[in-house]
Every structure is written in C-alpha cells, then in structure tokens.
C-alpha cells in the first residue's frame, strides 16, 4: 500500500467539487475518473489498445466472474489480471457482492458469507470475506472492494439496519485477511464500501465505522438500484461528511451523465457503471445534449455527425445513416463504434469537470452542463 497515495489539488469553494492524483502502483489516475467496467478481464466489444487510445486510466474487473471463469488461481499464474488481459494500467476488483446478492433464488446469507449457486453451472460455492480477499489478492488489482452486502431497495428499516451491520462485521473480517496476506510483500489498497440503504442515520452510523478502520478509500454502495434519483443525491449529501475528506470517495454503479456531474458536485472522486456500455450496444449514444438513438427511422438518410461536438475516432469518420445501417444489418462494427464513442463522452466528460474544477469555474460548468443536458 505504500505505493498507493491520494492528493487532492484544487477544490470548488462553491459545491464541494475536488480534483485530485490518485498513485498507484501501475500509474497516476486523475480524478474525478469514470472506470470502464471489464467484468471478466474485458470491456465488452473493445479491446485493451482501444482503451488506452481513450485513456483509460484505470478499469474494473469483477472478482465473482473471474472466480467460476477463468479461475482466481490460473490469472494469478498469469501475472495477475495485469498480465491476464495485457493491461498496463491501473485497475480495481469488484468483491463480486452484488453479482452474488443479484442471484434471485440461487443465495443464501449466513453471519460466515453466502452460500451461492454459479449462475454458469449450478455448482455451490460460498463465499466469505476471508475467501474474497483471497480471491482479490490473486487477480492482483491495485484496488480491491471489501465484501459486503448490496441492500436491496426497498427494504426495511429493520432489513437495512441488519444488512449494513452484517456488511461492517464482514469489512472487520476483509482487514484482518488482507493484512494476512499483505505480510512481507506489496498490498492491494483495500476500500470499504458504505451501506445503509436511503436511511440517513444508518449511512452516518455505516461511514463512521468504517471511518474508524482506517482504510485507503471509502465507497457508496447500495445505490442506482432502483431508488429515486432524489433519494439518491440525499443519500450521496447525508454520507460524504462522515468520510475523511482525505481519502478517495467510490460511487459504485452510477450512472447516467447527470448523476456523474451531480456526484462530482458533491465531492465523489471516482465512478463506474455499465450504462454507456450497455446503451452503447442497444445502439443509444450519449451526447452533450442528451440521448441519441441511432436505430430511430430518422437517422436512415442523415449522413451528419454522429455527434457534432465530439472528435472521438468513431465521430470523427462516421456518419449517422452508416452507424444505424450497421445496428439494423447486426454488424459487430456496430457496437464497437458505438461503445468508443460512449466512453469517450463519459471519460472526456469527467476530465472537463477536472479542468473545471482546476481553473475554479466549475459551478459556471456544471450549471451549463444541467441546462444543456437533456436526458429521456
């Protein structure tokens, strides 16, 4: 862990916005940042050089996934995930908690972990904090997520209270193994990850305890799964005060582009969400002025722009008609242009908040992205 550091260098007096140098050991990340999501060692439809043409500073891999395909010990015989999947950069592993919560009928929670079924082959397996931190050490990431529970919503406040307790245990449980395994060799920067559903009070009881082990980062979790989007930015503004404000603040699975430039505006540092990728191959692409839905009859004959403001490499030579000919003939091209695309707004659009933020007009910025934006 001694090679992984945080600075902030320039905050936003009027929001709460802040730039910042996360160091690790495989390169410096700037934040604000949004992580590509490469659940099993892959951004989908993308390969590692077009990744590092969007300067990706840093991506996710999932470590449930990797867990039941290929297999912890095989990447771990590799390299680690770094030299699995040939990536030079930095990168985060999921504790695959809500791949195994999201499992509807196949899990069953206990105090040791939770007995799963693999989605893959019904073959049982549990999983506990120890075993996670186990997992996360052999895919080798410079960043690694305790386990904890994704509480459902809704839930009750009863349910709440139970999960975001159990989810601390399991964090206590997730510091004592990596330290284990930490011993007489470099270490992971372990995060812990905030739960508490949208009850405000279990949020600061949640951010303070986790607060006390004094990890290298902090998360929010438990969002972006299917609570208003109010209650979300509430949750967001009631957590971040009882989180040292020295340390990195990780909102995961979160979102759309509104919901990043309101995460920065309340100091969150680092994002990630499968949404541009996910829209991308549905054929949706994220513009400055909204959605555009490339399918739409409309775009049969518009050889313009796919995106006049944008100079990404698939907006630089394609035009509209040729991106919806290939989505309706089912061409891979397709999805991959289209998924470039979207990563380069999502990433373009959080090294735009940074500069904001460095040249002390990001209040003025965001004001102009949230009149300009238009989501539907």
């Known amino acids: ?85 040939n990536w030079p950069r930095a990168l985060l592993t999921d504790s695959g908690g809500f791949q195994v919560f999201s499992l509807t009928g196949l899990t069953r929670i206990v105090e040791e972990g939770v007995h ?14 120890e075993k996670v931190m186990e997992i996360e050490h052999a895919l080798g990431a410079d960043i690694i997520m305790a386990f904890d529970e994704c509480t459902p919503f809704p839930c009750t406040p009863d349910y709440a209270r139970a999960s975001m307790e159990r989810t601390q245990r399991w964090a206590e449980r997730c510091v004592v193994r990596h330290n284990e395994l930490s011993l007489g060799g470099s270490s992971p920067a372990l995060f812990g990850i905030v739960q508490g559903s949208v009850f405000p009070e279990m949020r600061e009881w949640s ?22 989007r109010e209650e979300m930015l509430r949750t967001i503004a009631a957590t971040l005060p009882h989180l040292p404000a020295v340390k990195p603040r990780y909102l995961m699975g979160v979102g759309l582009p509104h919901d990043l430039v309101e995460g920065v505006s309340a100091g969150i540092d680092m994002f990630d969400c499968v949404i541009p990728t996910r829209n991308a191959r549905n054929g949706t692409l994220f513009t400055r002025r909204g959605r555009l839905r ?12 796919i995106d006049p403001d944008c100079d990404c490499r698939t907006c630089s030579n394609y035009h509209r008609a040729y991106l919806r000919h290939l989505f309706h003939t089912k061409e891979i091209l397709g999805l991959q242009l289209a998924t470039f695309h979207n990563l380069s707004f999502y990433l373009g659009l959080m090294r735009s908040a940074r500069q904001a933020i460095i040249d002390g007009e990001f209040k003025a910025w965001r004001d102009d992205f949230l009149g300009t934006y238009q989501d539907s």
């Open 1 to 85: 862990m001694s090679d992984f550091r945080f600075e902030i260098i320039a905050e936003d007096a009027a929001t709460g916005a802040r730039a910042g140098l996360l160091r690790t050991p495989h390169g410096v990340v700037e934040t604000p940042v949004f992580m590509p999501v490469g659940t099993r060692a892959t951004v989908k439809t993308l390969n590692q050089q077009d990744l590092a043409e969007l300067d990706a500073a840093i991506i996710l891999g999932n470590a449930y996934h990797l867990y039941l395909r290929p297999g912890h010990e095989l990447i771990a015989r590799a390299g680690g995930l770094h030299g699995f999947m």
């Open 116 to 129: 799963f079924q693999s989605h893959i082959d019904g073959s049982r397996h549990l999983f506990t904090p």
């Open 207 to 228: 951010a303070r305890s986790l607060a006390a082990l004094d990890l290298p980062g902090y998360a929010l979790g438990g969002l972006g799964v299917g609570e208003p």
């Open 294 to 305: 490339i399918k739409n009859a409309a775009f049969a004959e518009d050889l313009g722009a």
